[in-house]
């Protein structure tokens, strides 16, 4: 027996992880394969890139010998240059591994979604649906009864990848949602913020310690050069600890302003070597890195 796990995983969190746990501990499976999809079929919200969203399940899948990870909807998709479906991926599956038997699982919240999918009534006699409780939002008896699914005990709290990245977005940090090694895989490469914010954030990255530069050369460097106000609004959402924005200071040399306040900047840069005096670095020039060296 092996249960099917498919969603976009957009970021995949400790929601995502909880309900893997649930299903191993209950349904006696040998294995549970995480599959993120392609691309959606039907939902118009932006996804990142598969190859992140499958990075970030192998990572959690690490976290225990009986989860795996199928990228069988990228082959399916590429193959046949449209978004796949449930039902294929269930029918190829069945296909490739004609001895396993599998069921497929989801969460409470989609109970609604659910008979949408693309031959919904053809899915459910193709493959048993187990589903996982989440806190408040109940299975309805009836649609279990008429589909023969099967729920698990017990349930889990609610944890939303939108919301997830829309507090990346705002810059909040969204550690106590994410498996530790997901969170630095997505601020290592700086993943859910606007592509102005990744432009100037990996700017930024490119700034060593002990050197500095100002929000006008990153504006140049991304080739926004009238943006450097916007250059340090982005900079005051950032939440990713991969991006020294303590770095960039104004053209005069001050230090600016600072998310965490401006005593914290001048006591960073000062741990890495730049000397401040009354908030303006000494020997600018000297520690200042132009917009040439900044650009990607």
């Not at 796990?5 to 549970?32: R, T």
């Not at 591994?97 to 699982?105: E, G, I, L, R, T």
Request: net charge positive; hydrophobic share 40%.
């Amino acid at each position: 027996m092996i249960a099917l796990f498919g969603g976009s995983f957009n970021p995949v969190h400790n929601g995502h992880l909880k309900a893997a746990e649930l299903v191993i501990k209950q349904c006696k499976c040998k294995q549970l394969w995480f599959i993120p999809c392609y691309r959606h079929a039907f939902k118009r919200t932006p996804l990142e890139a598969f190859e992140h969203r499958a990075n970030m399940v192998k990572l959690i899948a690490k976290k225990n010998k009986r989860f795996g990870v199928s990228l069988i909807e990228k082959e399916l998709a590429e193959r046949s240059k449209k978004a796949n479906t449930t039902i294929e991926t269930v029918l190829a599956l069945r296909k490739r591994y004609p001895k396993h038997k599998f069921f497929w699982v989801i969460g409470s919240n989609l109970i609604r979604e659910v008979p949408k999918w693309y031959r919904f009534k053809e899915l459910i006699k193709e493959i048993q649906f187990v589903v996982v409780p989440i806190k408040g939002l109940e299975a309805e008896a009836d649609w279990l009864k008429e589909n023969n699914a099967l729920v698990l005990k017990g349930g889990i709290e609610r944890v939303s990848s939108t919301e997830i990245r829309e507090m990346i977005k705002h810059g909040v940090v969204p550690k106590k949602l994410l498996p530790e090694e997901v969170w630095h895989y997505i601020d290592e490469n700086i993943l859910y913020a606007s592509e102005f914010a990744k432009k100037v954030f990996s700017a930024v990255k490119r700034i060593p310690r002990g050197r500095v530069s100002t929000y006008r050369d990153i504006a140049v460097a991304i080739g926004k050069p009238k943006a450097y106000r916007a250059v340090g609004n982005a900079l005051n959402k950032n939440c990713f600890e991969s991006v020294p924005c303590h770095r960039v200071v104004k053209m005069d040399g001050f230090t600016g302003g600072f998310r965490e306040g401006s005593n914290k900047k001048v006591l960073l840069l000062k741990k890495e070597g730049i000397p401040v005096k009354n908030g303006k670095i000494k020997d600018f020039s000297r520690v200042r890195i132009g917009w040439k060296e900044l650009i990607l």
